[in-house]
């Protein structure tokens, strides 16, 4: 806005002086109105970021404390360790497989909304927007009573005459929680993307004689991209870095990259080390965001 | 805008199938966990009877009455806080320019988009580190508990404040801002008088989602929270870890409950918003 912001300053003959410390003076109020939380975020963000850093260089000592003199990679080193590479390879392919599974719901389904009458249409977003609102844990939780023994799972299995599952502290139990947990962060942008394609141009597509694949594959999918980055990257990073999920669902052998890092500081006390795979984990997520943004997503 | 295409024949049939699948899988697991607090079996997944054991068994635990009150206090410091520093940042980058806007904008992302366990992280070694520096200059010997929770959670709720709050400003004409300001209003009685009411549901619904996260949050709160504290999440986290036990499935109907409360007033606040 270029409002003049005192009554004073109407005065006829507003000298180009005059404008410039009205100006600064708009700039200050802006800053002013942006300090708290600036100093706030310095404070309790960019210092605790920096410490986190300055410890991934640190050493650990006989006691399980951290020896902050002596600045050394070793901990970036210990990322190469086949035990380590394990845990993240495990977890990139993990929440890669979380990511498809979603995309493949979530696409379908982001076209059947966008497709239905804009009042029914509301309410059904409504319906979307509820579990992504709820508690997490409670619905991970919920999948714990699910595919627990003898849970209503199992029920439905050996009624079907299928037998018994070991789903639960598997693997797959794991990507379960993690695509029941994100499915909203695909579905929401993706719909976002696709509502917002005008219908004509599938349309015309079709009255060209175009398959219904070949209007998916050359108009719908290329138009809807930016839904399609935004919705993977909005699933992908989160499982990459999940915690509760693998440890309410998951056993012995499906630690993933979050629940290490966890480990390293509140058991193992291992904290360069933490420190140092949890920047490896930002790492990804700063890599995902930039492209994200490169490709045009805005919102987030 | 015209409506997407619907396809014809099977693919027709293939949308509406994966539509319902979808709302069942969304809904069928909240469903049986509200269904099995209220069953007759210390087993969690099986169904003997109805009872509202559970819940007596929830009023009956002082530990979960206390983590319960715990997690509403925090929840009430951090959304008053969270609210005034986040709309304050949103009317900055929205109506004004000053130096330093584009790393402020950038810096105002970070908190959302980084993951859970490294802002616990971070926070974890921050606290460490600012206790001992306390200590050694003032020796002050503090503890982390209501306060370092609280501080936490505003780290990462300003941001998602601002962000509601931004969406609302930047949807808004200003066309009236600056009649009130050419009518001799001061900045101050213009923001009182004509942008403010406008942006109460964004305010509001920044105000919610504020109040869902912090009672919601797990990862950050166990890594900032003191010996003798401790939030209902981390609390039923701890007990999900030691065995699953029919008082969790009660604990975990009342969560669900408290988030559809916020829920609902929040999709009120999205109809005001969107009805200006």
Redesign the interface.
Known sequence: ?T?????SS?SAEATPQFEKAAQRK??????L??L???L???I??????A??LV?SFATRNRFGGTDLSGWNLASYERIAEPIVRTILFRSLWLAFLTTIICLL?AY??A?????R?PAIRNVML??????F???????N??????L?????LTKTTEFLGLGTHELLFSQKAVVLGLV?GY?PFM?LPLYAA???????L??AS?DLYGS?WQSFRNVLLPLSMPGVIAGSILVF??S??A??TP??LGGAKTTLL?SY??TQ?LTARN?PF??AL??V??AI?LVG?VIYFRKGGRT? | MSTAVEPRGWAKAALHINGWLVYIFFYAPIALLVLFSFSDNRNVGIWGGFTLDWYQDFFDSSNARGALSNSVKIAIVVTIISVILGTMAALALERFTFKGKKVFDALLYLPIIIPDVTMAVMLLLFFGEFFDVLDMLFGLQLRKGFWSITISHIAFNISFVSVIVRARLSGMNTNLEEAAVDLYASRWKAFRHVTLPQIVPGIAGGALLAMTLSLDDVVITQFVTGPGWTTLPVYVFGLIRKGVTPLINSISVIMLLASMILVVLSLFAERARRGG
Do not use: C, K
Request: charged share 15%.
């Open positions: 806005m409002v003049t912001s005192e009554p109407e708009e700039s200050r109020r802006g800053f109105l942006a708290p939380s600036y706030y975020l310095i309790f963000f960019v210092i605790p970021l410490i986190v410890y719901i379908p389904f076209y059947f909304l966008a497709t009458r409504v319906f979307v927007m509820i579990p609102w709820t508690n997490f844990l409670v619905r939780f919920a999948w714990r009573v699910i627990g023994n003898d849970g209503p029941y499915l579905i696709i509502e917002r394609i005008d219908g004509q599938i349309e079709r219904g990073i989160p990459l870095g915690y509760v440890e309410i979050g890092i966890v500081f904290w933490g420190a949890s920047f984990l930002m997520m965001t987030l």
